[in-house]
């Protein structure tokens, strides 16, 4: 746009200088007609000419006056922006989930999986972790205050020292979120994480399963759910047709080595999204049993605990059950919790004794039919490890 203007007023200055050079030519009275037209015709000839040089100046120094710009004799490196803006919800990464670990009187643990940037952008790679808490029914807001730790990018563990002054069933609960700090100076917040403490003097370990596996006997030979991404739920008792029975096993690795100091040990696997049917008046008992021989999940079939390693009897090597059978609470189905106490006390007493845990139902035979349906590992839709089958240990320490 300048050029515009620039141009007009140098093309009017020149035409308005040689209409009156122009014009004192044409009064000269010695000169002949055809001597005046040819010096006419020459000043308007150098005043054009004149114009176009200055004007061809102009634009290869200025640029043309449309905007473009002049192209340099050598290429200039063109500055990468950097992304300050939050991260849009169409693009954000993976969020980080914190689960507990040990919950007690010295406070709790939490623990999460390192952060993943799905994007692949360097602007939403992880510069840290930050820690909040907050009370019961207290919604989280981005205040100060309630930052608890501010952590550094492969920190994946903190332990929180605080106690709430009342603790058991009827009180005792705190809030948690783990939120990822990126490069770009967004925040990606995870989800909450309720934790309700124990009663006073008493710790709760909580060991989330590390392998789980379904096994059928209409698919002796067939690995069916083994914890892995997008499977369905994971099954024990008859199927609905009736054509075969299923049982679930889990793993959970060793247990802490604190537990041989423990005294009045009780122990619990919780599994969430429990649904229950059956097609009697009521639903049959479903018990835990302790596994006499480890197995590989992803290999796991009603034959075989491994690759070319069958179980001694099919459908899994298991001994006595859990002394207390709970029945399973069709009332709710959110989560159903059996009791592993027994079982536990063994392993503590014989640690090589520890292969994992089976669930049955406590009645197998076709009628009537009983099934229990839950979450697995990965099992889809579940996007929350804190859902996953969890053993719970609640104990107190030896005086």
Request: charged letters at 15%.
């Amino acid at each position: 746009m300048p050029l515009l203007f620039v141009g007009g007023a140098l093309g009017g200055g020149l035409g308005g200088l040689a209409t009156a050079v122009n014009a004192g030519v044409a009064r000269r009275q010695q000169m002949s007609a055809a001597a005046i037209a040819l010096a006419m015709l020459s000043v308007s000839a150098f005043a054009y000419g004149t114009y176009f040089i200055v004007a061809g100046a102009l634009l290869h120094t200025m640029g043309s006056p449309s905007g473009t710009p002049r192209t340099p004799a050598i290429s200039e490196p063109t500055p990468i922006p950097i992304t300050r803006s939050p991260i849009p919800p169409s693009s954000v990464p993976t969020t980080v989930v914190p689960t507990p670990g040990v919950i007690g009187p010295r406070g709790i643990e939490l623990t999460w999986p390192a952060f993943v940037n799905a994007t692949g952008l360097p602007a939403n790679d992880v510069m840290g972790y930050l820690v909040y808490r907050s009370g019961p029914y207290k919604p989280f807001t981005a205040s100060t205050p309630e930052v608890i730790a501010t952590l550094g990018p492969h920190d994946t563990r903190y332990v929180d020292p605080a106690v709430p002054t009342l603790t058991g069933p009827s009180g005792g609960s705190y809030t948690y979120r783990v939120t990822v700090s990126t490069r770009s100076g967004a925040t990606i917040p995870g989800p909450n994480l309720p934790v309700q403490f124990p009663s006073a003097g008493r710790t709760e370990i909580i060991l989330r399963a590390n392998a789980a596996a379904m096994l059928s006997s209409d698919r002796p030979k067939t690995v069916v759910a083994a914890g892995q991404s997008s499977q369905p739920p994971l099954r024990a008792g008859h199927h609905t047709g009736g054509a075969g029975v299923d049982r679930v096993i889990f793993g959970f690795g060793r247990l802490p080595t604190l537990l041989r100091h423990a005294a009045k040990v009780e122990a619990h696997l919780r599994l969430w999204d429990c649904a229950l049917e059956s097609s009697g008046d009521k639903v049959g008992s479903f018990r835990l049993y302790g596994l006499r021989r480890s197995f590989t999940s992803s290999k796991a079939t009603w034959n075989n605990a491994a690759a070319r390693k069958a179980w001694t009897d099919p459908g899994g090597d298991y001994g006595e059950p859990a002394r207390k059978g709970i029945l399973a609470n069709a009332d709710d189905p959110m989560m159903c919790d059996l009791d592993a106490t027994a079982l536990v006390h063994d392993w503590i007493g014989s640690p090589r004794s520890e292969h994992g845990l089976l669930l049955k139902a406590g009645n197998e035979t076709p009628a009537p039919q009983n099934q229990m349906t839950f979450f697995g590992l990965g099992t889809e839709g579940n996007d929350n490890p804190g859902l996953d089958p969890t053993l719970v240990i609640t104990y107190t320490s030896r005086k």
